[in-house]
């Protein structure tokens, strides 16, 4: 055997540097995947280096340890679903269509991003009672940024009086999370986004005070529809 040929065959594989960001971002959907179907006790940051393709060495640089990394990879799925609300939110002027491109982009998050749910589920079995659900401090943390839209709606439309912005909005994300979570356990499973309609129809029977709300869905069709469709192009390369 030549030398050349020895040498080819003793040398290690170039690893490849990659930029931290982009290997962060790695590591986090390996954490999802692996907290998500095997659960918080069960997966190891191991099993999740492995899932990456990084040494545990390189897991613990960017983590220090399992229960950060789950808290982290949680508040890295919220953000995603924060994002796509805003780009709804600020799709379109017009108070219902906004409202219903909101509880589009709500919906569609959690049908192409199942693992959350899961690590909803994880993280109160594991964190129990004596730690408000990240989830909820968001939504309590994040209210203003929603809040002005129900404001809106109620200064445009018969809305019943006795309601206010706040419980609107408290209304709007109880519906939402609940269709998340039958959509989840219904047999067979369906997709969240095919309740849209009933939930938002439903949403709009409880808080209008005229005789047939749903005359407005059929008018919030088309601007949903154009605003929705903007968002998709947004965000396909999300």
Same mark, same amino acid.
């Given at each position: 055997?030549?030398s050349n040929a020895m040498e080819s065959i003793e040398k290690p594989p170039k690893r490849v540097h990659k930029p931290a960001e982009q290997r962060q ?31 545990? /060495?390189?897991?613990?640089?960017? &983590? ?55 690590? &909803? ?5 594991? &964190? ?40 609107m909005s408290s209304l709007s994300g109880e519906l939402l999370h609940g269709a998340v979570y039958l959509s989840m356990a219904s047999v067979p499973k ?15 029977? /409880? ?8 005359? &407005? ?22």
């Amino acid at each position: 055997m030549t030398s050349n040929a020895m040498e080819s065959i003793e040398k290690p594989p170039k690893r490849v540097h990659k930029p931290a960001e982009q290997r962060q971002q790695e590591i986090i959907a390996a954490a999802v995947r692996a907290f998500a179907d095997r659960g918080y006790q069960v997966t190891d940051m191991q099993t999740i280096a492995e899932l990456a393709g990084v040494g545990k /060495g390189t897991l613990y640089r960017h &983590f220090p340890n399992k229960e950060e990394l789950f808290k982290l990879v949680l508040a890295h799925q919220l953000d995603i679903l924060r994002d796509r609300m805003l780009q709804a939110r600020d799709s379109t002027t017009n108070p219902l269509c906004r409202l219903y491109a909101m509880m589009h982009a709500y919906l569609e998050y959690f049908d192409t991003h199942p693992d959350t749910v899961e690590l &909803f589920i994880q993280e109160r079995a594991e &964190f129990g009672r004596e730690v408000t659900p990240q989830y909820f401090q968001r939504m309590h943390h994040s209210k203003d940024d929603w809040l002005f839209v129900f404001q809106d709606i109620k200064n445009t439309y018969p809305v019943r009086e006795f309601l206010s912005a706040e419980e609107m909005s408290s209304l709007s994300g109880e519906l939402l999370h609940g269709a998340v979570y039958l959509s989840m356990a219904s047999v067979p499973k369906r997709a969240s986004l095919t309740r849209l309609d009933q939930v938002f129809s439903f949403y709009l029977h /409880g808080i209008m005070h005229v005789q047939n709300p749903l005359s &407005f869905v059929e008018q919030l069709r088309e601007c949903s529809k154009n605003s929705i469709s903007q968002q998709t192009k947004e965000l396909e390369n999300y």
